[in-house]
């Protein structure tokens, strides 16, 4: 093979892992919400440990499992700011008085990731 014919394979990949990347993340969106309803936290370190360590145990090669913790750190990370951007987890917003609205400080949710 040529290294255009890799390069299409490596093209054709990345196009997939985009779509799933996205679809990963419309998923977190609902989990964001309902964790926002529920009045949980958006991160669990206990979870994102579980993530990691299944997919470190699952991963044949040739990525080890510090690129495969990098990787998946920042897809975790990624999720959350995708689900903050969206409202999600953010203490509710209250009235200042004026009639204006500020966002609470602070963040009393329960623990819970999902």
Request: glycine share 10%.
């Amino acid at each position: 093979m040529k290294i255009d014919d890799w390069r299409r394979k490596i093209d054709a990949i990345d196009t997939a892992m985009l779509h799933l990347l996205n679809l990963r993340t419309e998923l977190a969106l609902e989990v964001g919400r309902f964790k926002n309803e529920e009045g949980v936290a958006l991160r669990v370190p206990e979870r994102e440990r579980e993530i990691l360590n299944r997919l470190k145990a699952l991963n044949p090669g040739p990525l080890d499992g510090e690129a495969i913790a990098k990787i998946y750190q920042l897809i975790l990370d990624q999720s959350v700011r995708s689900q903050e951007l969206h409202g999600f987890g953010a203490a509710p917003a209250r009235q200042n008085g004026k009639g204006s609205r500020t966002p609470a400080r602070g963040n009393s949710r329960k623990p819970g990731r999902g």
